[in-house]
């Protein structure tokens, strides 16, 4: 009988041993990650940051604009001081209802229903396309 004590002693040990473990190293990789993009990031806030900031303002003093009007995309492009021929207008972005998007090959900008300002730098060897995604995207 004290050999079964002893022996369910150990293996409770081990196992309490073995959640401690797995609990640090959860502590350490959230400690230390980074998200795929860390290398894009300074790219945004060089240049893609003021960039938005100005599309924010041009959205803000002219309420009227339509920026999800497959119609006027070109036009909008204009407003917006996209260039017209790097930027690829969508219609619809699968996680923002009733949203657009205009992506180029190393910039997304994702409008919600709200004209709310979504935006990220892609990589830079990143391929013009409708599909491209953010991070936060899911």
């Known amino acids: 009988?004290?050999?079964?004590?002893?022996g369910l002693g150990i293996a409770m040990l081990t196992?309490?041993?073995?959640?401690?473990?797995?609990?640090t190293s959860y502590v350490q990789f959230q400690?230390?990650?980074?998200?795929?993009?860390i290398?894009?990031?300074?790219?945004?806030?060089?240049?893609?940051?003021?960039?938005?900031?100005v599309i924010t303002q041009t959205i803000a003093e002219n309420p009227g604009l339509d920026v999800c009007?497959?119609?006027?995309?070109?036009?909008?492009?204009?407003?917006?001081?996209l260039d017209k021929l790097a930027y690829v207008f969508s219609g619809s972005v699968a996680d923002f209802a009733g949203g657009?998007?205009?992506?180029?090959?190393?910039?997304?900008?994702?409008?919600d229903s709200a004209k709310g300002l979504w935006s990220c730098a892609l990589p830079s060897n990143h391929q013009v396309d409708k599909d491209s995604k953010c991070d936060f995207e899911v």
Request: aromatic share 12%.
């Open 1 to 6: 009988m004290a050999y079964l004590y002893a």
């Open 15 to 23: 196992g309490i041993m073995a959640i401690f473990e797995m609990a």
């Open 31 to 37: 400690n230390t990650w980074q998200p795929a993009s």
């Open 39 to 53: 290398a894009s990031s300074s790219l945004y806030y060089n240049g893609l940051q003021l960039k938005d900031q």
């Open 69 to 81: 009007n497959a119609a006027s995309a070109d036009d909008v492009k204009e407003s917006l001081n």
């Open 100 to 111: 657009c998007s205009y992506a180029s090959s190393g910039h997304r900008i994702i409008f």
